[in-house]
């Protein structure tokens, strides 16, 4: 079962979110804070990791680039969920290594569909799709 490690202070995103990752088959893990998510993903690296960019502790775009620095978890992908105007952060955030980024509220499909491809879990030969695979792979 792949583990995704969900960065989110707002209660009620962060219960639906889970609920619904959940019910598609991942085991979930929480961080409310920046620091808390650096610590955790260094320790127990999940699958997958996303991250709202308004947390507690730490602006998400200095997490983001903490965990793109730190070998232990460069490798994992980020996929980077925001209310912020999509306008002045989407671009810094593709620069500092996210691999997705949505703008709340989320279309939980198309987020689903980010997540599946991303954590590795599509279908077969779609593993490593978004790090140069055969482009016969990757699919749409």
């Given at each position: 079962?792949k583990r995704i490690l969900?960065?989110?202070?707002d209660?009620?995103?962060?219960?639906?979110l889970?609920?619904?990752?959940?019910?598609a088959?991942y085991?979930i893990?929480?961080a409310?804070?920046?620091?808390a998510?650096?610590?955790f993903?260094?320790?127990?690296?999940?699958?997958?990791?996303?991250?709202?960019?308004?947390?507690?502790?730490?602006?998400?775009?200095?997490?983001l680039?903490?965990?793109?620095?730190?070998?232990?978890?460069a490798?994992?992908p980020?996929?980077?969920l925001?209310?912020?105007d999509?306008?002045?952060?989407?671009e810094?955030?593709?620069?500092?290594?996210?691999?997705?980024?949505f703008q709340?509220?989320?279309?939980?499909d198309?987020?689903?569909k980010a997540?599946?491809?991303?954590?590795?879990?599509?279908?077969?030969?779609?593993?490593?799709?978004?790090?140069?695979a055969?482009?016969?792979?990757?699919?749409?």
């Amino acid at each position: 079962m792949k583990r995704i490690l969900i960065v989110e202070d707002d209660p009620d995103f962060l219960l639906g979110l889970s609920v619904r990752l959940r019910a598609a088959g991942y085991s979930i893990l929480v961080a409310g804070h920046g620091a808390a998510a650096v610590n955790f993903a260094g320790s127990k690296p999940p699958d997958l990791i996303l991250l709202d960019i308004g947390i507690p502790g730490g602006n998400g775009l200095i997490v983001l680039d903490l965990l793109k620095a730190d070998p232990k978890t460069a490798s994992i992908p980020v996929i980077v969920l925001t209310g912020r105007d999509p306008a002045t952060v989407k671009e810094k955030t593709l620069e500092l290594g996210a691999v997705a980024f949505f703008q709340k509220p989320v279309d939980n499909d198309e987020l689903l569909k980010a997540i599946r491809k991303h954590a590795g879990e599509g279908r077969a030969g779609d593993k490593g799709a978004n790090e140069g695979a055969n482009p016969s792979s990757v699919s749409g």
